[in-house]
T-cell receptor, first 112, second 114 residues
Framework: DVKVTQSSRYLVKRTGEKVFLECVQD?????MFWYRQDPGLGLRLIYF???????EKGDIPEGYSVSREKKERFSLILESASTNQTSMYLC???????????FGSGTRLTVV | KNQVEQSPQSLIILEGKNCTLQ??????????LRWYKQDTGRGPVSLTI?????NTKSNGRYTATLDADTKQSSLHITASQLSDSASYIC?????????????FGKGTTLSVSS
């Protein structure tokens, strides 16, 4: 089975800190995604990547950046954390549109 | 506008009972529809994926149906168990693209009580 591993289950950071969320997948998938999930809003796409060093903005990229230096690793970066970025962050990978998406367990980030 | 609407928003049933969750979508062009189960504090896990030509797919006690003409899908859970308590998310893929073309419903929260 495809495994998507997110480095932290829970994080608490202070406003203004630079935050790194790491995601690693072990099935050589080309496509990787970062979503945030908030009550009543569902999942919203932040950024995605179709290949190494390639990135595309999703629906809500403001305040975030990403890095994909290796195929298996996709990092989400909060340049200067703010309280409105308190959320559950989910990483996913996929072999392609006709295949399922495998999600990580999520990182619940609290910015205080 | 591409949208995925799920109903009900929440549902409480007794252990052993059956239930059906609904998903209506306006996504076009349609590629596929997926149902995910998300336990509290965890990431979503895929239950089923159906393309345009499929109208039913089962995964154990979970059976998904798809009516591409009316743009409706349902997820039927048979003989519910306490472990079925979770959020169920319907996701529709637009066209043949990955990533930005996934349209997520807001989910149905199911609580199974003993």
């Amino acid at each position: 089975d495809v495994k998507v591993t997110q480095s932290s289950r829970y994080l608490v950071k202070r406003t203004g800190e630079k935050v790194f969320l790491e995601c690693v997948q072990d099935m050589d998938h080309e496509n990787m995604f970062w979503y945030r999930q908030d009550p009543g809003l569902g999942l919203r796409l932040i950024y995605f990547s179709y290949d190494v060093k390639m990135k595309e903005k999703g629906d809500i990229p403001e305040g975030y950046s990403v890095s994909r230096e290796k195929k298996e690793r996709f990092s989400l970066i909060l340049e200067s954390a703010s309280t409105n970025q308190t959320s559950m962050y989910l990483c996913a990978s996929s072999q392609g549109a006709d295949y399922g998406y495998t999600f990580g367990s999520g990182t619940r980030l609290t910015v205080v | 506008k591409n949208q995925v609407e799920q109903s009900p928003q929440s549902l409480i049933i007794l252990e052993g009972k059956n239930c059906t969750l609904q998903c209506n979508y306006t996504v076009s062009p349609f590629s596929n529809l997926r149902w995910y189960k998300q336990d509290t504090g965890r990431g979503p896990v895929s239950l089923t994926i159906m393309t345009f030509s499929e109208n039913t797919k089962s995964n154990g006690r979970y059976t998904a149906t798809l009516d591409a003409d009316t743009k409706q899908s349902s997820l039927h859970i048979t003989a519910s168990q306490l472990s079925d308590s979770a959020s169920y998310i319907c996701v529709v893929s637009e066209g043949n693209q990955a990533g930005t073309a996934l349209i997520f419903g807001k989910g149905t929260t199911l609580s199974v009580s003993s």
